[in-house]
């Protein structure tokens, strides 16, 4: 039985964005531990440290892992005693999912934060991106983060990279076919026909965009395009997504010259990840896809994650501890 990580959160999004921390993503990271598994960091490392900084869990309270790695401190995840099988805690479909909505953080769209993870069959991450502006075009006067129906050369959408499209052309894989890509946002159909033609057979995606006949009509014209391309689509539940990753705040009002009438409503449906006020950085985003990747471990006593990442801040491989499951080993007739 899968287990939704939201219901046995006991702190509230508010507590958690109530964290007030200057490591900000390094309370991402702590919260993924506490609030979501029964795992935790070793908890005598942070025996001083007061509860409310980090969100109060029934457990332990953590160091931020940026302090504990200052300390030269070995990262020891525990298994608490009423921990199920970690694999039914967090299924890979969770963690690929929760690594796009990660991957949207790094997005600057003030309105609209999209990320995605393309990943092979042997669940290898192969793949991942957030909306974005084309390289070097980082200057916001030229490249504007707004809508503006009158001019275009003023609009984001005639710049902006999707996350899909991103994502795929930052591969390290030669072939995407029958890989799955996860993305945050239902996708549009500039994405569709990229995600069709790069061999992408199955989509998988949280939320749909909001319920504006235009995206209705948009959405069932990506559906036909799937289907008629043996590419199969499933949302991923929303609330298997740990809500540290996703956010419950307002979304800042963006500065819309020529606001399109579509975009001055949003439907909670559509909050792919929204908080512009939110930032982390690239090594909290890498350590908390580590710390992912050791949920997915076995080991009932230390779960271990790492994650190699190239001078371009792309993913190349990831791995948690394993036994080799074809000598019949298991963590249950090991000697301790
Ligand atoms: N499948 C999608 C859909 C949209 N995006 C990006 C493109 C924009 O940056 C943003 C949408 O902005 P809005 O119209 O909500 O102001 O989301 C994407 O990456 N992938």
Redesign the pocket.
Known sequence: MKRSLKSNNSATNEENEGASCSKIGSTHINNLYTKNTGCNINPQMNADEPEAQYGSTNDTTLKPVNDIMDNNSSIEIEKKSNDREPKEDFSWDDFFMATAFLMAKH?K?P????G?CIVSSDNKIVGT????MPRGCSNEVDFP?S?NKEDPLKD??TY???????AVLNTNSISLQKCIIY?S????CE?AKIIIQSGIKNVVFSYY?NEKLKNIKENETVKTMFDESDVTFRPHPEQDIPPELKTAREPVK?QIIAI?PE?QT?STN?T?CRNPNEDISWDDFFMATVFLMAKRSNDPVTKGGACIVSSENKIVATGYNTLCSYNGLSYGNMPR
């Open positions: 997005s769209d309105t609209t934060k999209v995605a991106g957030f909306n974005e983060w809508k984001k959408r902006v990279c999707h996350a899909e499209l991103n993305v946002l239902f996708p549009c994405c965009r963006p399109e975009a949003s559509e792919a």
